[in-house]
Antibody
Framework: QVQLQESGPGLVKPSETLSLTCTVS????????WNWIRQPPGKGLEWIGS???????NSNPSLRSRVTISVDTSKNRFSLKLNSVTAADTAVYYC?????????????????WGQGTLVTVSS | DIQMTQSPSSLSASVGDRVTITCRAS??????LNWYQQKPGKAPKVVIH???TLQSGVPSRFSGSGSGTDFTLTISSLQPEDFATYYC?????????FGQGTKLQIK
């Protein structure tokens, strides 16, 4: 059964870059879309962006200018970089797989999810 | 962006009750609507996908319906483990968007 695990610093200073990695175990990263989703404390869910195993990406226009998502198929993992962070970027960051394999990320749902990692932006 | 609006935002109910949560999309999303359950400190997990398909392993007391812009999630007989926050999410177009959540609490 596929499992996802987020890793990265839990504290990032304002104006710096948030960097997270999601490692996929129990299955291949190939043929699926992989997503980043975040949730500020006590608030709702926001989709950040996705990457296909081939490397094609899509991201939320609200964050697009600051987001980079990449994939490393040799290590079965994908990564998120969010630059110029502010306190508003403090959130639990989740990685999640698009449940259905294929060449479109649409008409899909997120399953499974990683456990999430809290990233706090503070000096 | 497609806006997703859930109602109510919170709901108090008792074990054994039948409850319905509504989700409305700002434009038609066909049947590309998913429902997630989130418990405190945990990641969301999908309970219904493509409007009405029960995720494998989810109890049959959960059901979903709707198409176009209006959708519902129904729990036919609440169990103690069902008290959680529920989110709808559209996968019709990017950016994928979620409703604001419905917190289901014990009365």
């Amino acid at each position: 059964q596929v499992q996802l695990q987020e890793s990265g610093p839990g504290l990032v200073k304002p104006s710096e870059t948030l960097s997270l990695t999601c490692t996929v175990s129990g299955g291949s990263i190939s043929n699926y879309y992989w997503n980043w989703i975040r949730q500020p404390p006590g608030k709702g869910l926001e989709w950040i962006g996705s990457i296909y195993y081939s490397g094609s990406t899509n991201s939320n226009p609200s964050l697009r200018s600051r987001v980079t998502i990449s994939v490393d198929t040799s290590k079965n993992r994908f990564s998120l970089k969010l630059n110029s962070v502010t306190a508003a970027d403090t959130a639990v960051y989740y990685c999640a797989r698009g449940a259905i394999p294929g060449a479109t990320g649409l008409y899909n749902w997120f399953d499974p999810w990683g456990q999430g990692t809290l990233v706090t932006v503070s000096s | 962006d497609i806006q997703m609006t859930q109602s109510p935002s919170s709901l108090s109910a008792s074990v054994g009750d039948r409850v319905t949560i509504t989700c409305r999309a700002s434009q038609s999303i066909s049947s590309y609507l998913n429902w997630y359950q989130q418990k405190p400190g945990k990641a969301p997990k999908v309970v219904i996908h493509v409007a009405s398909t029960l995720q494998s392993g989810v109890p049959s007391r959960f059901s979903g319906s709707g198409s176009g812009t209006d959708f519902t999630l129904t729990i036919s007989s609440l169990q103690p483990e069902d008290f959680a926050t529920y989110y709808c999410q559209q996968s019709f177009s990017t950016p994928f968007t979620f409703g604001q959540g419905t917190k289901l609490q014990i009365k």
